[in-house]
């Protein structure tokens, strides 16, 4: 699954209910590497160029 965000403005404070939900549903999971998605960063790719990270 993919989780569009960028790293401006209120985007940065996004909350990590839709990374969460994601892994608890056993998919893959390919994210901006936003702060609060940090913490997730062992069972999921976070990637600043979206292509990168599906690759």
Do not use: E, H
């Not at 939900?21 to 590497?33: D, E, H, I, K, Y």
């Not at 940090?38 to 990270?53: E, I, K, T, W």
């Amino acid at each position: 699954m993919i989780v569009p965000s960028t790293a401006t403005g209120d985007k940065l404070a996004k909350s990590s209910n839709r990374v969460a939900s994601t892994l608890w549903a056993g998919r893959l999971l390919v994210a901006f590497p936003l702060p609060s998605y940090q913490p997730f960063a062992d069972s999921a790719v976070l990637a600043d160029d979206l292509v990168d990270g599906i690759l």
